[in-house]
């Protein structure tokens, strides 16, 4: 919750008992632990006196009490009615005396009927092994026949734009939701819900899997889950190159499925974009052990912004309470996030919007003027896709920022 969220909980007087929710932990780094609630997917780093704390209040003890035994147990004061209080508004509370307080409800799961015991195959440690050998089968024949790597053109096979961006679009989707899903099962075999949703990045229109939960599962299921639909666009692009071997140069399946082959590999490019939290992105994370790498990054960089205009701020900033390694990972992050997200406005002002209006306005000049059906017929194709997507984007960011506002509303309503 937000610290405007926090404003709204009651603080506990002294002699208070309060009555927790069901939440998970895993011990982290040294003197720290991930606890959270899987069915809200709410989780945080805590250190071990807070982890005690919640053994404590579990266990019945009053908020005094508990701060008591905390100050005798380490010799530092705990303030234990503070903690409560974040507690709650992280959800974690369920009754404050007797005040119960609101619950904001379990997400939605996308297909609640597969179960972990449907897909436990997908964390086996074979199956990067699998991966791997497919992968290393296609670079082998790559490298003896190097004439079977696509280039651009094949994927423009039609003289119709409209049959090449309706297609593409189909298969560049279809391709998308596999592998969406392929984090989705590898979230659910760990035990995590999962939900696929659309969802926006700077100008990119994304589909994007929330597997919040994960945190609590082994570094290897973690990263397995990230790496989860990196690995099936790999292993789609290395059948599909075997499979190209097989068949005669210049026949209809040799065009197919070079076109093919490049929309499995042009979705990895985005995924170095790290500044718009891809896949990567998480990965880096875990690796680097920091808890918010893009919101600590983009708190670090906006210090240094106010830093940088006269009579600006001249603090340590966000970033000087992280431990060193972190600080570290942060601190570069935040030149990459920066530099990353302007050069990608850059574009979109440079480049993609004024290819997409100058297409745009070509199919509706076609389509006023006429000139036949087949010119019509693709020009109200090209509005179609491409006008249909860019207004899928403003709804979906939209939706998502109106979202957000709800889900606050809702919790001040229910914590009054």
Sequence with gaps: MTEALRDEVPVPPPGTRVRLRDLALR????????????????????PGEGVRALALLRAGTPVDEAARILREETGEDFDV???VTDLAALGFVARVGERELPDAGAPRASLP???????????????????????????????????LLPGYRDLLWSPHGSVVLLTGAAAGWALLFAHELAHLVTARAAGVPGHVRLGTRLQF???QTDISGIELAPRRHRLTAYLAGIA???SCASALLLARATTAPGTAPHRFLAAALLIALLPLPFQLMVFTRTDVYFVLQDLTGCRNLYGDGLAHARHVLRRLRPGGDRGPGPSARLPARERRAVRVYSVVLVLGTALCLCFLAAVTLPADLTLLAHA??????????ARIADAALV???????????????????????RDRERWREGAR
């Design 27 to 46: 011990e982290d780094r040294e003197g720290e632990w991930i606890v959270g609630r899987m069915a809200t997917r709410t989780f945080v780093a805590m």
């Design 81 to 83: 009615a503070d903690f």
């Design 113 to 147: 009927w597969l179960r972990p015991a449907h897909v436990r195959l997908a964390l086996h440690p074979a199956l990067p092994v699998l991966v791997g050998v497919l992968l290393a089968a296609a670079l082998v024949v790559l490298v003896r026949r190097p004439e």
């Design 205 to 207: 229109l994304v589909m």
């Design 232 to 234: 099936l666009n790999l």
């Design 364 to 373: 509706a000049r076609d389509l006023v003027r006429g000139g036949g059906a």
């Design 383 to 405: 509005l179609t896709v491409l006008g249909g997507i860019n207004v899928l984007w403003a709804v979906t960011w939209w939706r998502g920022r109106r979202a957000r506002r």
